[in-house]
Nanobody
Framework: VQVVESGGGLVQAGGSLRLSCAAS????????MGWFRQAPGKEREFVAT????????DYADSVKGRFTISRDNAKNTVYLQMNSLKPEDTAVYYC?????????????????WGQGTQVTVSS
C-alpha cells in the first residue's frame, strides 16, 4: 500500500488547512485510516482516526472541536480539516493506513505510513 499526504504548509494562528491522504494498492474501504503528528523533540502522537466506512471517528482531546477527519472511499482518500490552528499544532503530520476496521489511536496497529507533511502555525 502506498500512502501519500499533501496539503501542509505555513499558516497563521487561527487559520485553517486541509490535509489529504491518498492510499493505493489495496481495497481502500477494507481498513481504517488515521492521522498522527510529531513535533520536534517529541514522540509521534495520535490526532484522529476514521473507521472503514466513515461512520465512526475519534480525536485526540487536543484537537476535538477544531479538526475533522473524513474519507471518500470512491477516491481512496482521507482528509483532515484543521480549523482554529494554534502554534502548538506545528508538527509533521503523518497519514496511516491499514488500521483495524473500527479505527484506532494506536500507531502500532497501522501497517502503512506516508512520508509526512509539514504543518507550521505561526503566532
Amino acid at each position: 500500500v502506498q500512502v501519500v499526504e499533501s496539503g501542509g504548509g505555513l499558516v497563521q494562528a487561527g487559520g485553517s488547512l486541509r490535509l489529504s491522504c491518498a492510499a493505493s494498492g489495496r481495497t481502500f474501504s477494507d481498513f481504517a485510516m488515521g492521522w498522527f503528528r510529531q513535533a520536534p523533540g517529541k514522540e509521534r502522537e495520535f490526532v484522529a482516526t476514521i473507521n472503514w466506512n466513515g461512520g465512526r471517528t475519534d480525536y485526540a482531546d487536543s484537537v476535538k472541536g477544531r479538526f475533522t477527519i473524513s474519507r471518500d472511499n470512491a477516491k481512496n482518500t482521507v482528509y483532515l480539516q484543521m480549523n482554529s490552528l494554534k502554534p502548538e499544532d506545528t508538527a509533521v503530520y503523518y497519514c496511516a493506513a491499514g488500521g483495524p476496521s473500527h479505527g484506532s489511536s494506536l500507531p502500532t496497529l497501522y501497517g502503512y505510513w506516508g512520508q509526512g507533511t509539514q504543518v507550521t502555525v505561526s503566532s
